[in-house]
């Protein structure tokens, strides 16, 4: 049947009730955007489930049940810490719509620990973080560019960054691998081209290199990458991606009975996460690893006692270096609200990073790098080795931190001791 | 045409005096359902009228996306003109398309544009140029000063996706007025009647998806302004399935309703969280509920109102009157 063409009144009405709604929902004007006398509401956005998702989403977790801890010890100037998590499934795009709905739905007083270089870089262009004066604090990300602090004013790193990681596995190449033939896996986006690019600036020079898209990974992919690498008779293999991709590398080449020295990058090594992912624990025994943080094993750390008691208290899940992370992240947002004061803006948070941030205790051996010109976060690892448990253990027997930048600057030795662990894990500064 | 110039004007006066009245969130909202309400016009037109069923418009929307992004990045082009080159490159898509798809229907064209959802965004993957998976930046750049310091960004997007909106639907609805929507009409209710006619409906299903893609590939661009970015990640096959649901529940041959369409398409996430948040589930459970209410208002919608409540209402309306 032919219709008649719609009336014009129709049109009137739909425009209407398009508008109506808008006005409808609209929600009153605010102060503080995330402050109340009784709460702080923070977000956070990283993969919950997809491709990219095993081990990073145990971090929001491992956050919340820090912030349950603290909650339940009096809060931050007794106001109580939400966090809410948001799923980007690593996806740019997610990311975007995910923080927006933190800013402007859930009006969250600050981003905490936002995970991905790529949805972390889209986020930043696209939500205009910098000019709402939004902080963002702890990047879950080495990604070096966002060191530049005129770029991203209000936002602060945590990790050690990818080129500061390569420059010190170079130097481990060239102190420890000389003379053998050496392959490349790496991410390639920001991920892993900032090794790329410290690695040439070293001097390092891979006889195979094999790029993965990120998303890529599968155990279908990675068939391609150990061909390529044992073509090429890559004696020395550095990885530089995800858990997600790390393990498909190991399982097949275990498989193919490819078994060259692994040297796995800091963000896709953590062995629990591996092994449930299908790695036998046998391929990861003599695995190589730069690391910043103490094994999650290693109870005569401080941190991660105290981090292992709250984590049985308050979460219930295994405790691996996700996990620790996660605590660590939960504990530096707890010194960077309470050195914003009892009556906390988003301007004074960003300055008390600024001014007081790189005092804060952290888990990791390396020092922290913030001031009023810098938002560099960790600034070293030390090389680890894995044992038959999958547990991670100092290479050489002893920590030994090397601290450098993401740029030219040496590679140095470093004697840096960082500060204790707060009593009972609750900071106290101000 | 002067009344209905005089009603679009108004709409627009009336759309923009309530952005200057509600958040940012809102706004925001707001500029998606403008580029939702482009995007469901595409299906009316395609769908509603010349009978051709689509499952494709998220891949041309992509095309849009990724040529306006291109022109505006490497030409350093007006903005104006990225929006331009999104409609040409997606007509030209179009163009192409329909030309294979004219001598499929049904099924075989449902299957067609299918495969095509699935397979285009995932090209961007393979191309550097094209910015794989994290894609390329499409900043259509700060309001102007003129406009004041509380003027935000999203309240720009707001403006130009409601102006594009509104261009889109009037240019719409006098084409689907004009011979061409007759024909279509025609080509749709009786195909074998239409040819003996004298009519070359092979041409005309050709122009119909050329305009069609015209349209998605319009808002393809207007929702890669709205995230400041194209990559394959935003033009995914639950896009395409999500605008056939919004279209079919707005009534599939009712410009007008596309509105209400797009406004339910905006809902949706919001209603998938309150969900979550009331069964506990957190964002677990809201990551997958978005999808589920789709497929499930899509079923009932197919079960009960083949032709959309949309179209229901208004043959009631017409009954009554």
């Known amino acids: ?94 990311a975007i719509a995910k923080t927006n709905e933190l800013i402007l739905k859930d009006k969250v007083f600050a981003l905490v620990g936002p995970l991905g270089t790529a ?42 960054s990818y080129a500061m990681e390569a420059k010190i596995v170079a130097q481990f190449l060239k102190d420890n691998h000389a003379g053998k033939k050496l392959g490349l896996v790496y991410q390639n986006d920001e991920f892993g081209i900032d090794a790329i690019t410290a690695f040439k600036a070293a001097g390092t020079k891979f006889d195979v290199t094999v790029p993965y898209t990120s998303g890529s990974q599968s155990a279908a992919t990675a068939q391609t990458w150990v061909s390529q690498l044992a073509a090429g008779g890559a004696q020395v293999v550095v990885f530089f991606g995800v858990t997600s991709a790390t393990a498909p590398l190991l ?19 953590d062995p629990l996460t591996l092994r449930a992912l299908g790695v036998p624990v046998a391929v990861l025994n003599g695995a190589q690893t730069p690391a910043g943080n103490p094994s999650p094993n290693d109870t005569s750390d401080e941190y991660v006692k105290q981090f292992q008691e709250i984590n049985t208290k308050y979460n219930d899940a295994p405790f691996d270096d996700y996990v620790l992370q996660g605590m660590n992240l939960g504990l530096m947002t707890v010194q960077a609200l309470r050195a914003a004061g009892s009556n906390p803006t988003r301007k004074g948070l960003i300055r008390a990073m600024e001014s007081k941030g790189s005092s804060f205790a952290s888990v990791a051996y ?34 030994k931190l090397y ?16 500060p204790a662990m707060p009593a009972k894990g609750l900071p106290s500064n101000s | 045409m002067r009344k209905k110039i005089i009603l679009f004007i108004l709409l627009g006066w009336l759309l923009l005096v309530i952005g200057d009245r509600v958040d940012e969130l809102r706004v925001y909202q707001g500029a998606q359902i403008a580029m939702y309400t482009i995007a469901l016009a595409s299906i009316v037109l395609l769908t509603g009228y010349s009978g051709q069923v689509s499952l494709g418009n998220g891949a041309m929307m992509a095309v849009g996306g990724y040529a ?128 003996l006619s004298g009519i070359h409906s092979s041409q005309m299903k050709i122009l119909a998806f050329t305009i069609s893609s015209a349209l998605a ?32 529940l707005a009534g599939v041959s009712s ?62 309306h017409r009954k009554k009157a």
């Open chain 1, 1 to 94: 049947m032919i219709r008649k063409t719609p009336r014009k009144g129709t049109w009137l009405a739909a425009t209407v009730l398009a508008s109506g709604s808008l006005f409808a929902t609209a929600l009153p004007a605010y102060a503080e955007a995330g402050v109340s006398a009784r709460e702080i509401k923070l977000g956070i956005t990283l993969p919950l489930t997809g491709a990219a998702s095993p081990g990073y989403n145990k971090i929001g977790n491992a956050m919340n049940a820090y912030f349950k801890y603290v909650n339940d010890n009096g809060g931050v100037y007794g106001r109580k810490i939400t966090l809410i998590q948001k799923n980007d499934e690593y996806s740019p795009q997610l």
């Open chain 2, 217 to 248: 590939g319009l808002a393809g661009a207007v929702l890669a302004m709205t995230i400041s970015l194209v990559a394959p990640g935003a033009y995914t096959l639950t896009l395409s399935f999500a605008l056939v649901t919004g279209a079919v």
């Open chain 1, 119 to 160: 949805t972390y870089t889209a986020v930043h262009k696209s939500v205009n973080l910098a000019k709402r004066g939004v902080p963002s604090l702890f990047l879950n990300t080495g990604f070096s560019g966002f060191s530049d602090k005129k770029s991203y004013p209000t936002s602060f790193m945590i990790l050690s």
């Open chain 2, 68 to 195: 306006a992004a291109l022109t505006l990045n490497n030409l350093g082009s007006p903005v104006w003109f990225a929006f331009l080159m999104a409609i040409f490159f997606s007509a030209l898509f179009g163009a192409l398309l329909g030309t294979a798809a004219a001598r499929l229907s049904g099924p075989y064209l449902a299957g067609t544009t299918l495969a095509l959802a699935v397979g285009l965004p995932a090209i961007a993957n393979q191309f550097s140029f094209l910015g794989g998976e994290p894609g390329i930046f499409f900043d259509v750049g700060l309001p102007p000063q003129r406009l004041g310091q509380e003027f935000t960004q999203y309240k720009w997007f707001f403006w130009i996706a409601t102006l594009i909106a509104l261009l889109a639907l009037f240019i719409t609805s006098n084409i689907l007025q004009s011979r061409f929507g007759r024909t279509w009409r025609a080509i749709r209710s009786n195909p074998l009647a239409t040819e």
């Open chain 1, 366 to 399: 390396s020092p922290l790098g913030y001031s009023k010109t810098s938002n560099v976060g960790h600034t070293g690892y030390y090389m680890a080795v894995m044992d038959a448990n999958g547990d991670r253990k100092p290479f050489g027997g002893t920590v």
């Open chain 1, 251 to 269: 399982a097949v080449s275990a498989a193919a009975k490819y078994a060259p020295q692994w040297i796995l990058g800091s963000v896709g090594s």
């Open chain 1, 403 to 418: 601290t450098t930048d993401s740029g030219s600057g040496p590679v140095v030795l470093s004697t840096f001791k960082r």
């Open chain 2, 255 to 316: 410009l007008p309703g596309v509105v209400l369409g797009a406004l339910i398409l905006v809902a949706i996430p919001e209603i998938a969280d309150a969900l979550a948040n009331r069964l506990g589930g957190g964002e677990n459970v809201s990551s997958y509920l978005p999808g589920l209410i789709v497929s499930i208002l899509l079923i009932l919608s197919v079960i009960f109102t083949p032709n959309g409540p949309g179209e229901n209402l208004h043959r009631h």
